[in-house]
């Protein structure tokens, strides 16, 4: 019904950039808010940044100055901008979308929550 594809993962070295893409496709009525999180080996998921349909953002302290999201509402993309790249940054990244299907979910504040299938940054020292 929905697909959220990331791409833009990769290997970097320590210091280094990457930029993150994630499209969301399917019966799409209205996207409130799109996010990245990411899961490193052994810890919890976590919110990395968030940005709702009037653009409006919320980074995670640790990446606070290094990374930037942003949004295209007409392609349904989200990009995840990441700069000046630890070590410790090191995880798959996912997208997450609150997809609303129809003109009533969206006015009564109901939407469903989709991610992508996750992809790899690795930051080298």
């Known amino acids: 019904q929905v697909q959220l594809v990331e791409s833009g993962g990769g290997l970097v070295q320590a210091g280094g950039s990457l930029r993150l893409s994630c499209t969301a496709s399917?019966?799409?009525?209205?996207?409130?808010?799109m996010g990245w999180y990411r899961q490193a080996p052994g810890k919890q998921r976590e919110l990395v940044a968030a940005i709702t349909s009037g653009g409006s953002t919320d980074t995670a302290d640790s990446v606070k100055g290094r990374f930037t999201i942003s949004r295209d509402n007409a392609k349904n993309t989200v990009y995840l901008q990441m700069n000046s790249l630890k070590p410790e940054d090191t995880a798959v990244y996912y997208c997450n979308a609150q997809i609303a299907h129809t003109i009533t979910q969206r006015v009564t504040g109901k939407a469903y929550d989709y991610w992508g299938q996750g992809t790899q940054v690795t930051v080298s020292s």
């Open positions: 399917g019966s799409i009525f209205s996207i409130n808010v």
